[in-house]
């Protein structure tokens, strides 16, 4: 199954100047549980920042011009095509992890979304998600991370 993860403020923001713009140790540890054993999907942005890969995980980088060193859990593609083939191939699901670009390049492919609410608006971010990247999911399921947070999971009507 390949499924959308994602954190997004109010104003629908999910990074500023190449790092997430809040730190929620609940939401970190539910992202981490939730794709550990599973293959992610980036972008080449969402891949520098976050700087090298993500343990117990296929590392899947997304960029038609990046150039990764051979490493282990970590694998290169140039397009969509592979990504999809690759999902075919893998144990699990297949998480696409961002950032913005990569999420509207599988909108047509994702059957599920979990979406973690954060509770604020980001003055200044740069990337946001599509205000319409729901569209033809309906709400799930609701996990309350804590006092603050909120996955709300939504699957392909």
Known sequence: M?????????????????????HYPADLKF???????NTIV???KTWESIGKPLPNRLN?????RGMIDDQAGV?????????LELATKVDGDVFIIG??????????????????????EVEGADTFVSPDFLQGFELEDEIR?????VV???QRK
């Open 152 to 154: 709300k999971v939504f």
């Open 31 to 37: 992202f981490k549980h939730t794709t550990t054993g």
């Open 75 to 83: 694998k290169m593609v140039r397009d969509k095509d592979d990504v």
């Open 145 to 149: 991370l804590d006092d603050e947070l």
């Open 2 to 22: 390949i499924i959308g993860i994602v954190a997004i403020a109010k104003n629908l923001a999910i990074g500023k100047g190449g790092k997430l713009p809040w």
């Open 60 to 64: 899947v980088v997304l960029s038609r």
């Open 42 to 44: 980036m972008g080449w």
């Open 99 to 120: 950032g913005s670009q990569t999420f509207k390049t599988f909108a047509d492919n994702m059957e599920k979304w979990y979406v973690t609410e954060i509770p604020l």
